[in-house]
């Protein structure tokens, strides 16, 4: 029998396959993309959108810190309006506890080399002017963005002949250009 044939098979087409399955069809490989239901159907249309390095675990960070540069660079590299925004990221501390929770974070982040700060009361309050007399000062990282999320298709059906998804090909072409990979959506892979 005549099985079709590719270099790498990708689970899942959120935006961790997606991504997966951009870098390695531009590697070069050729690539099939598997999805069980609709691209970005799952998570991937449903969160908030935001590339926060901010606050996170320090296993996590070498990780944010990288993601950065490639989401400044995404929207022209895929022609795609994924409004991306960067715009920081600002956490408000409600009492001194939370403050000193944010203080004690901070040497995370100048380790990895991401920008984050604490504000005082004064500071944090003439960058969110209204806050005076509530907060106990925030945590601000600059460099953090976000996207919408909402812009992939989510619970919608891609419209013939294109995928709003962005970093997937559409369903519909069957001859996918070089750099981009094959997908196949509403079929779930499984162990035999
Ligand atoms: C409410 C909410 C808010 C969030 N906010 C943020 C945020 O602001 N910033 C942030 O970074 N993260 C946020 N997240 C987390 C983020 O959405 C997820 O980490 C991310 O979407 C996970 O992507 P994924 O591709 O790994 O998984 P998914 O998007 O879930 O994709 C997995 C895909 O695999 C498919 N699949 C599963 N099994 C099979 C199979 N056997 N065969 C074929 N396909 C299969 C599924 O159908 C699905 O489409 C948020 C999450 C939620 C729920």
Redesign the pocket.
């Known amino acids: 029998m005549n099985r079709p044939r590719a270099d790498i098979v990708i689970?899942?087409?959120?935006?961790?396959?997606?991504a997966a399955a951009h870098a390695c069809a531009g590697a070069g490989m050729d690539t099939v993309l598997?999805?069980?239901?609709?691209?970005?159907?799952?998570?991937?249309?449903?969160?908030?959108?935001?590339?926060?390095q901010q606050g996170r675990d320090p296993f996590e960070l070498p990780l944010m810190r990288a993601c950065i540069p490639l989401w400044q660079g995404l929207e022209p590299e895929l022609g795609a309006d994924l409004g991306w925004r960067q715009r920081g990221n600002t956490a408000l501390a409600g009492s001194e506890t939370t403050l000193a929770r944010f203080a004690a974070w901070l040497p995370e982040a100048e380790a990895a080399g991401i920008d984050s700060r604490v504000l005082s009361v004064t500071k944090a309050a003439a960058l969110l002017p209204g806050f005076e007399g509530r907060i106990h000062g925030a945590l601000y990282t600059p460099s953090d963005g976000?996207g919408r999320?909402r812009l992939c298709p989510g619970r919608r059906r891609c419209p013939p002949g294109r995928c709003r998804a962005g970093t997937a090909p559409s369903p519909e072409r069957t001859d996918p250009p070089d750099e981009a990979a094959r997908l196949r959506q509403g079929?779930?892979?499984?162990a035999r």
């Open positions: 689970m899942g087409g959120g935006i961790t396959g997606c598997v999805e069980k239901g609709r691209i970005a159907g799952e998570q991937s249309s449903r969160n908030l959108g935001f590339a926060r976000s999320a079929v779930p892979l499984r």
